[in-house]
């Protein structure tokens, strides 16, 4: 899995970051990228990115703010140019269909593919074999919600020696032991999928929470996770005017990935007053609290393999 970061400012585009989007690249797991927000450019960002429109099949929104959310009717159109015929599935607050609908009924744009909008409340939100996804209210001026992604159990490796001493054949058997069927060999035999695997392994989880100020429900979405993404907006120094307009210091994000014991914290949402040669100290800020920090930059692309989360892509 790969995580694709397309805007990573706050507010409004600056020459140095795009307003909020990133991706998960999931095609190593079932073939599709999931979009979580889309502000303004966000099809523009593609271009250069590695990423293609037509592979996205979800999207999540975390508000309705327009730095989250006014690159989305653009893209959703475009996306049928660019060869998308599949359906997407758009999860987000209440409010998000109607503007949707107003804004191509104004436009007169059609979609030439399924677009089912999904008006989200706090618990599970999607389920599949492979996936499950959860959303919850965090602490924004709008209703804001965080998403936290969870990989089902993987299943073990397949011992193929120790199922050919048990006299399975090589072939479709295998491959069902594989995926945690017991078989029935043709004299009777069975042989169950347990004594020739090695154990299950343990899927990642991935909380994406947009705009908000510390809260506790921020804790709960990442309790445990592998990957957190949280919004630092602000240095300690503006941390009167982060609570006060629903925003994080990148402290305030260092001290929920702390409590909620993640692994790994990846912090975006950066306002445009920090220069480039101020990160050096923001950095240093969130560091003091939680040391399995990165900065997130637009382009850049990290990667979760072997437990391990590797930044691919640096300026």
């Not at 508000?63 to 049928?80: M, N, T, V």
């Not at 989880?205 to 919004?231: F, K, M, P, W």
Request: glycine share 8%; net charge negative.
């Amino acid at each position: 899995m790969d995580i694709e970061f397309l805007g990573t400012g706050a507010g409004m585009p600056s020459k140095q970051r795009n307003t909020s989007s990133l991706v998960l690249d999931l095609t190593d797991e079932n073939r599709e990228n999931w979009l979580f927000d889309c502000g303004e450019a966000t099809q523009h960002q593609m271009l250069y990115s590695a990423i293609k429109p037509r592979k996205i099949t979800k999207i999540f929104i975390t508000h309705l703010h327009g730095d989250h959310i006014f690159g989305l009717p653009g893209f959703l159109s475009s996306r049928a140019f660019l060869g998308g015929e599949a359906s997407v599935d758009l999860y987000g607050p209440a409010g998000l269909k109607e503007w949707l609908q107003h804004t191509y009924q104004i436009t007169g744009t059609h979609l030439p593919y399924e677009l089912n909008i999904h008006e989200v409340a706090d618990g599970l939100i999607f389920e599949s074999d492979q996936f499950k996804v959860y959303a919850m209210e965090v602490q924004h001026v709008v209703k804001s919600y965080g998403y936290r992604i969870e990989q089902k159990d993987l299943p073990g490796t397949l011992l193929i020696d120790r199922a050919i001493e048990q006299g399975v054949p090589k072939g479709p058997l295998l491959q069902r032991l594989k995926e945690g069927q017991d078989i029935e060999l043709d004299n009777g035999k069975t042989v169950f999928s347990r004594d020739v695997t090695s154990e299950r392994k343990n899927g990642f989880i991935i909380t994406v929470i947009g705009d908000t100020s510390y809260c506790q429900s921020s804790i709960e979405l990442a309790r445990n996770a592998d990957i957190l993404i949280h919004e630092a907006t602000f240095t300690k120094e503006y941390a009167k005017g982060a609570r006060e307009y629903g925003h994080s210091t990148i402290v305030d994000a260092a001290q929920i990935a702390k409590e909620a014991h993640v692994k790994n914290l990846i912090v975006n949402h950066i306002s445009a007053r920090f220069m480039p040669g101020e990160m050096a100290a923001f950095f240093a800020e969130g560091e003091a609290v939680f040391p399995q920090l990165s900065i997130a930059e637009d382009f850049m692309r990290f990667q979760w393999k072997n437990g391990q989360l590797t930044c691919l892509t640096k300026k």
